[in-house]
Nanobody, 124 residues
Framework: QVQLVESGGGLVQAGGSLRLSCAAS????????MGWFRQASGKEREFVAG????????RYADSVKGRFTISRDNAKNLVYLQMNSLKPEDTAVYYC?????????????????WGQGTQVTVSS
């Protein structure tokens, strides 16, 4: 089993920045791709960003390209999501996730482990 714990969410004004962190523990040797999804109230969970095991490859949703950056520190079992130029439509619960295979997939059902989520609220 892998446990994921997110932190760093909060309330920010439009145009501001937040940095989310996710700490992995447990069977971390099985972790491959790591990613972030988000779920706004009344909407389905959607892919935000993913990063390959080495950190070399990343993938972003079109809605966040150029504003969000995903990174990871494998030595510390951490993954980050730097969010800049935040918009009210970025308001959602953000979930950290991981899968044991090396392809970055945008489908939530492809992922094996999930954190509990952290709320991000962007005011206009």
């Amino acid at each position: 089993q892998v446990q994921l714990v997110e932190s760093g969410g909060g309330l920010v004004q439009a145009g501001g920045s937040l940095r989310l962190s996710c700490a992995a523990s447990g069977r971390t040797a099985s972790i491959s791709v790591m990613g972030w999804f988000r779920q706004a109230s009344g909407k389905e969970r959607e892919f935000v960003a993913g990063i390959s095991p080495s950190g070399t490859n990343t993938r972003y949703a079109d809605s966040v390209k150029g504003r969000f950056t995903i990174s990871r520190d494998n030595a510390k079992n951490l993954v980050y999501l730097q969010m800049n130029s935040l918009k009210p439509e970025d308001t959602a619960v953000y979930y950290c996730t991981t899968r044991t295979t090396s392809i970055i997939n945008v489908r939530s059902e492809s992922y094996d482990y999930w954190g509990q989520g952290t709320q991000v609220t962007v005011s206009s």
